[in-house]
């Protein structure tokens, strides 16, 4: 008996010296997508325009990295946040932590090089080596044209420095050291000739990291089937948001044409639109339509006929549930 007892701790020793071993290993020497790479980006017109269109209207750096105000309809950044980041995504949200998203206009990125915040947007490691969570989308930005990259940074660079001391983004426990496995090194694809419609929608649409949050999530895993939507959104007063489901399925954009879905988008691009006051259990949404509404009607329309590729999923969703 004796013998048995103290082979059964021999054993449990083993164990919880390989597990100190891992942890010391993920926290010590991951993530590893090596250093951030010696560039520098010329600062064309071309090039800022294209950065510009890109973060405010398809990857939306400007929405995540601003303050919404859910007082509006569709939430649309409150003025003079655009760029200082600010917003926080947390348990409320299904995911496993309080990450806030970081000021990126020049008060804040100013000691940063142009390699360090390309390894930030396609790796997700931060300056000072330490891992992102991907509620800051990295893996689909690891997959875009390099080039894109190039323009975001030039925009970054142009915008008006605003001053925004923010608290430090924190993970829960396991996530604060599985943290450190999840950062992916670039697999930058060209961007498709607009010709070949489907792989062009399939290319904004992964700028667009639209799968985020038309999957159903729970504590940062999706669990639900990709684009059919679900996943909630608690609002402020209670009330409760859903994602809609974007394949080609009766209960979702099945009945859709091509020109329903642009104007659906670009009404919100028009210059008499002014989004109205949203009151306590009066309908609302997550969707930053404002900004994707400026998205050029050539690339919305790729982004449906990719949509219309997808398996359907028949799952009818509930948008909006009001507070009890």
Wanted: glycine share 8%; hydrophobic share 40%; charged share 20%.
């Amino acid at each position: 008996m004796a013998k048995a007892v103290r082979y059964l701790l021999y054993i449990v020793g083993i164990l919880v010296v390989l597990v100190l071993l891992l942890i010391g290993y993920v926290k010590l020497f991951l993530p590893n997508v090596g250093p951030s790479p010696d560039i520098s980006i010329e600062l064309t017109e071309e090039r800022v325009e294209r950065g510009k269109y890109l973060a405010n209207h398809v990857m939306l750096c400007m929405d995540c990295h601003a303050v919404r105000d859910f007082t509006l309809f569709t939430g649309p950044p409150k003025p003079g946040t655009h760029g200082a980041g600010g917003e926080v995504f947390d348990q409320n949200i299904g995911v496993p932590g309080s990450f806030i998203s970081r000021n990126l206009t020049p008060t804040a990125l100013g000691d940063w090089t142009d390699g360090e915040i390309y390894r930030a947007i396609t790796s997700g490691v931060s300056k000072d080596g330490s891992a992102l969570f991907p509620i800051m989308p990295y893996p689909h930005y690891a997959q875009l044209d390099e080039e894109d990259i190039y323009a975001v940074i030039a925009y970054l660079r142009t915008l008006e420095p605003v001053e925004n001391d923010l608290p430090a983004s924190k993970a829960d426990f396991p996530v604060n050291f599985l943290i450190n496995t999840m950062p992916v090194k670039p697999n930058h694809q060209p961007i498709p000739p607009k010709s070949d419609v489907i792989e062009y929608g399939r290319y904004l649409i992964t700028a667009a990291a639209c799968t985020d949050c038309h999957t159903r999530m729970e504590r940062g895993e999706f669990v639900g089937e990709p684009y059919a939507g679900g996943n909630e959104y608690p609002m402020p007063d209670g009330s409760i948001v859903r994602s809609a489901n974007l394949t080609p399925h009766q209960t979702g954009l099945g009945n859709w044409t091509k020109e329903q879905f642009v104007t659906r988008f670009r009404m919100y691009a028009d210059s008499s639109y002014i989004p109205h006051q949203v009151g306590p259990g009066q309908f609302q949404t997550i969707m930053p339509w404002m900004m994707y509404g400026g998205m050029d009607e050539e690339d919305l329309g790729a982004i449906f006929e990719y949509l219309q590729t997808l398996p359907p999923v028949d799952n009818p969703v509930q948008l909006f549930t009001a507070a009890q």
